[in-house]
């Protein structure tokens, strides 16, 4: 029988210090690995498991193996060769063994004494006095009677303070505890039977002593039923928070936009080109949305230069048309001036004024825009984060559009909609990102959005052909620069820090700029970088896009928004320190007219296999949705999706690649448990998730 939803369920959330030996101390340390019920102890697993099974003759041991060996102290002593330590000789009468402490106190070397026997367990290896193993686990033996482990001996994350031994032994009350207060069984047997794994108490149980027998390949691969039951349960709680915040943003009822002004119809049909089908599909998707009384809450994704941008401006238009405002949040100044600049070149002839609010601005200039906002006077804004901090007033706000979803958090968007919540009701959100997420890490991590994909790129657009290359061959990279630019092209140089670092090794861009300048003395060479004035910036981009500048120096500020068909050439410098996410965004800035593009990849050798993978992938393909996936299995989920904003990366047991085979049956149990089993999931969101801010009011 599973107990009652809600009997005794504060028994799980008892503080860590309840256990026998913490004290606040020990409970400080033990927070740092993010510890602080005993249930939370729990679900802290082990990263490795080692057999301590059995006894290892001395005489026997090889170097570079871990092992169990027993023997009697012969001699102990304090070395000031280099470092003060201390050596224990031990012998089993088969051979001899060094043990060697840096780290030690008077009380263990007295405990040490001659004739001592001791167990001790470790890495064996060859040191200057025969075999050794520095820093073992030991205790005493005072009889033969004493057995070694019936299981596999767990080895856990630590944080300073907290030795193995102390957290074995911690383990081994929470454990005890199990079968009376430790944990509850929350998911219902409708949920857990046709998975057929095993009870959350029997896999806890295996995870933290697996028998002898088991299979260390499976568990270090994390493939056991015992640890794909608790993946399962954790990403369950995941998709159940962020339904939450899907179903939280639809309380209130939004305003239908009916656009009896037909500026959709015009702006569409004012288009010098054609909607692509993968567009006009999205758009249909979005189009129905925002003409419903819920409020919309739809990602709009695709690859670089798909043209997500239009279909936002033909949502914002139906707003607009509607009579209402609408807003669009860049992560950037750079991309916040760039998708101004493109929404007041399409809105202008049909009579919609567009105003931009950045940080940066001058104070009247910025005062004047509020105005016009609150007014009503503007009816499309465009701005960066500024647009939902304190003072910004929309007069009839029905539709928000936010750029790079993955840049900001679930509250920043969360803010930005309500400054649109009027009479009752909330405006629409339409996120957009150019950062194409596998289907599986989509379906978790934005299990809060409906998801439109733009899967094609508009006609006339080439493959850029990727090359790697050693930074040894740079001067054979610039003279391919020189070529280029004298036939007409443009050329972007991409380093990724502004400032030298010995640590990294980076070339610093102003330094970059001058030595290509130097070298290429009959080309006109620019520098953009986050820390110039934005209006330096924005000149130099400009200069650039007219054709002013041939060559543009930049960081990875150019990442997203700047589009120059005449560019045809990338080079990006130590390419093998990014992300594939990044190198694809930032190749997708060339390649985007009609001419053959390249992007030249600059590594610095030696490549370690993580690094020479990656380059290898971005090289292979042009296609952003099999790089994402590349991506998610070479570095996780945190990565793709751009690092803090969702902390999946931070999950304690499942893996988004290696469990996507889960997904589909944690989606249909989310819905069994929002509708049949609601009293369930508060326990459960504090035994995952806690009082994550990233998940907003969830429970």
């Known amino acids: 029988m599973h107990p009652a939803p809600g009997l005794n369920a504060g028994r799980e959330q008892r503080p860590i210090t309840a256990l026998r030996g913490v004290g606040e101390a020990l409970a400080a340390r033990l927070a740092a690995l993010g510890v602080k019920q005993v249930q939370d102890l729990l679900f802290l697993l082990p990263y490795r498991y080692e057999d301590r099974s059995r006894v290892v003759p001395i005489g026997a041991l090889v170097g570079g193996t871990h092992a169990v060996v027993e023997g009697e102290v012969q001699l102990t002593e304090v070395s000031f060769r280099r470092r003060r330590q201390l050596l224990c000789r031990i012998s089993d009468g088969s051979g001899f063994l060094t043990l060697r402490f840096f780290h030690f106190s008077n009380a263990q070397q007295q405990g040490l004494a001659r004739g001592t026997r001791i167990r001790c367990f470790g890495e064996v290896r060859r040191g200057p006095m025969g075999l050794e193993i520095v820093h073992p686990e030991y205790r005493r033996v005072t009889g033969d009677a004493e057995g070694l482990e019936e299981t596999l ?128 599909r999205a758009f249909e998707e979005v189009d129905h949305d925002l003409r419903r009384e819920l409020p919309m809450v739809r990602l709009v994704q695709g690859d670089v230069g798909c043209g997500k941008t239009v279909v936002a401006a033909a949502a914002a238009a139906r707003a607009v048309g509607s009579g209402h405002q609408a807003a669009l949040m860049a ?79 679930v509250q920043q968007r969360l803010q930005l909609s309500e400054k649109g919540r009027r009479a009752g009701r909330h405006p629409h959100q339409l996120i957009m990102t150019a950062t194409p997420i596998p289907r599986t890490l989509a379906m978790t991590a934005y299990a809060d959005l409906d998801v439109s994909v733009i899967d094609a790129l508009p006609p006339g657009r080439t493959p850029v052909k990727t090359v790697v290359a050693p930074e040894t061959r740079r001067h054979e990279v610039v003279a391919r620069i020189e070529a280029a630019c004298r036939a007409g092209r443009q050329a972007y140089w991409v380093c990724p820090l502004i400032e030298e670092s010995e640590e990294l090794r980076y070339q610093a861009a102003e330094e970059t700029a001058a030595t290509l300048a130097e070298a290429l003395p009959g080309l006109v060479v620019g520098l953009v970088h986050g820390r110039m004035p934005p209006k330096a910036k924005d000149e130099a981009m400009l200069a650039f896009k007219a054709g002013r500048i041939q060559l543009l120096v930049a960081t990875t500020v150019i990442e997203v928004g700047v589009d120059v068909p005449n ?133």
């Open 331 to 409: 992560p950037t100044e750079l991309l916040a001036e760039q998708h101004f600049r493109n929404f007041d070149a399409w809105f202008r002839p049909l009579g919609v004024t567009v105003a931009l609010v950045t940080g940066s601005q001058p104070a009247k200039t910025r005062r004047s825009a509020l105005e016009a906002m609150a007014s009503g006077e503007v009816s499309m804004v465009v701005g960066t984060h500024a647009l939902f901090q304190d003072g910004m007033e929309f007069r009839d706000l029905a539709l928000v559009i936010v750029d790079e979803q993955h840049r900001f958090g």
């Open 567 to 699: 560019a045809t050439l990338m080079v990006i410098e130590n390419a093998e320190r990014m992300g594939l996410a990044q190198l694809h965004q930032l190749r997708g800035r060339v390649g985007r007219g009609a001419h053959e593009s390249s992007c030249v990849l600059l590594y610095r050798a030696p490549l370690g296999p993580l690094s020479r993978a990656r380059l290898n992938a971005i090289r292979d393909s042009n296609d952003g949705f099999e790089i994402a996936q590349r991506d998610l299995e070479l570095r996780g989920p945190g990565e793709v999706l751009g690092t803090r904003q969702t902390g999946l990366a931070r999950m304690r047991v499942a893996d988004l690649a290696r469990d996507a085979d889960l997904l589909p049956r944690v989606q249909a149990a989310a819905e069994l448990m929002l509708t049949r089993h609601a009293d369930r999931i508060a326990p459960l969101t504090a035994r995952w998730i806690g009082t994550d801010e990233r998940y907003g009011r969830v429970g």
């Open 153 to 280: 001996t767990p080895v856990y994350p630590t944080t300073e303070g907290v030795a193995q031994g102390r957290l074995r032994a911690l383990m081994a009350q929470a454990l005890h505890e199990l079968d009376t207060s430790g944990v509850r069984e929350w998911l219902p047997p409708e949920v857990l039977e046709p998975l057929q794994l095993p009870s959350l108490r029997d896999a806890l149980r295996y995870v933290h002593r697996p028998p002898l027998d088991a299979e260390l390949d499976q568990m270090e691969a994390g493939q056991h039923p015992a640890q794909r039951r608790l993946a399962f349960e954790e990403l369950l709680t995941h998709q159940i928070a962020l339904r939450q915040i899907r179903l939280q943003l639809q309380t209130d009822p939004a305003w239908p936009l009916d656009d009896a002004q037909g500026l959709t119809e015009r702006f569409i049909g004012s288009l010098p080109f054609v909607l692509t089908d993968a567009q006009r």
